[in-house]
């Protein structure tokens, strides 16, 4: 069992940054995979970015791509998203998920745990 709370969310105009942080509960953080994923206003939930158990595998949806890093800190059961170059279309809620399984976790089905999410919205 793991609780996830994100943090960090906002309003921003185009071109600005973000950086959307997730907290997780429990001590077995290091053993999931963990990721972001965003659903706009009448839009399915999408997948963003992913993060393997140590850190060192991320991969990210093409849309943002070169724009957005994910990270993890074990240490202190967190992982972030930095969001450079924002757009209006990055304007959604966003949600971190663990996934038991590994080592990628692309798809919504294949998260276990989510937090509640936090807003973000980019104006033009």
């Known amino acids: 069992q793991v609780q996830l709370v994100e943090s960090g969310g906002g309003l921003v105009q185009a071109g600005g940054s973000l950086r959307l942080s997730c907290a997780a509960s429990?001590?077995?953080?290091?053993?999931?995979?963990m990721g972001w994923l965003r659903q706009a206003p009448g839009k399915e939930r999408e997948f963003v970015a992913g993060?393997?158990?140590?850190?060192?595998?991320?991969y990210y949806a093409d849309s943002v791509k070169g724009r957005f890093t994910i990270s993890r800190d074990n240490a202190k059961n967190t992982v972030y998203l930095q969001m450079n170059s924002l757009k209006p279309e990055d304007t959604a809620v966003y949600y971190c998920?663990?996934?038991?399984?590994?080592?990628?976790?692309?798809?919504?089905?294949?998260?276990?745990?989510w937090g509640q999410g936090t807003q973000v919205t980019v104006s033009s």
């Open positions: 429990g001590r077995t953080f290091s053993s999931f995979v």
């Open positions: 993060i393997g158990w140590s850190g060192r595998s991320t």
């Open positions: 998920a663990a996934a038991r399984a590994g080592p990628t976790a692309i798809f919504r089905h294949e998260y276990d745990y």
